[in-house]
T-cell receptor, first 113, second 110 residues
Framework: EAQVTQNPRYLITVTGKKLTVTCSQNMNHEYMSWYRQDPGLGLRQIYYSMNVEVTDKGDVPEGYKVSRKEKRNFPLILESPSPNQTSLYFC????????????FGPGTRLTVL | DQQVKQNSPSLSVQEGRISILNCDYTNSMFDYFLWYKKYPAEGPTFLISISSIKDKNEDGRFTVFLNKSAKHLSLHIVPSQPGDSAVYFCAATYNNDMRFGAGTRLTVKP
């Protein structure tokens, strides 16, 4: 089954404790992206990647890191999480970039205390 | 700054009637527009899109209209069905920079 998976689905952590949210897709998509969803703000793009070893900042990259060492994986790293990073995070992938249909993962709800 | 705006947080329509969801944008660089639908506890799913060189795109019950001079697009759903009840996000992109609106919650009443 073609899908985008994220882990964990739920995470409660404390300020400053490094964490990684994994994202994996099995559709051989070149493009992958991370978004956060907050009430009243919709989805905001954090980082995106056009292919392996190619990453670019989105609208709200501060406080986040990403890597793209393999085509299928695109982990999101929070080196020192803060409470303002409490949010619902979505990973997505597509062929041909943001102009094509993006397939979204189920989301990761992160709470930073 | 919010470059893509959906000014109606919610919309309620009767089953069988037309649903019209609106979206405004400020950045004239955007060259492609998309609508995504989101059910609770799921990721968004793609619905329909339109290039900036067109003014209309239709797919079954869903039609998107683009008015570039007004920087406005709308999604029409005809006829609306209870299963269409969801949050709808308008999105705009150029050069893989992607911006979403805040979403409109559509409720279709039987």
């Amino acid at each position: 089954e073609a899908q985008v998976t994220q882990n964990p689905r739920y995470l409660i952590t404390v300020t400053g404790k490094k964490l990684t949210v994994t994202c994996s897709q099995n559709m051989n998509h070149e493009y992958m992206s991370w978004y956060r969803q907050d009430p009243g703000l919709g989805l905001r793009q954090i980082y995106y990647s056009m292919n392996v070893e190619v990453t670019d900042k989105g609208d709200v990259p501060e406080g986040y890191k990403v890597s793209r060492k393999e085509k299928r994986n695109f982990p999101l790293i929070l080196e020192s999480p803060s409470p303002n990073q409490t949010s619902l995070y979505f990973c997505a992938s597509s062929t041909g970039g943001s102009y094509n249909e993006q397939f979204f993962g189920p989301g990761t709800r992160l709470t930073v205390l | 700054d919010q470059q893509v705006k959906q000014n109606s947080p919610s919309l309620s329509v009767q089953e069988g009637r037309i649903s019209i969801l609106n979206c405004d944008y400020t950045n004239s660089m955007f060259d492609y527009f998309l609508w995504y639908k989101k059910y609770p506890a799921e990721g968004p799913t793609f619905l329909i899109s339109i290039s900036s060189i067109k003014d209309k795109n239709e797919d079954g019950r869903f039609t998107v209209f683009l008015n570039k001079s007004a920087k406005h697009l709308s999604l029409h759903i005809v006829p609306s069905q209870p299963g269409d009840s969801a949050v709808y996000f308008c999105a705009a992109t150029y050069n893989n920079d992607m911006r979403f609106g805040a979403g409109t919650r559509l409720t279709v009443k039987p």
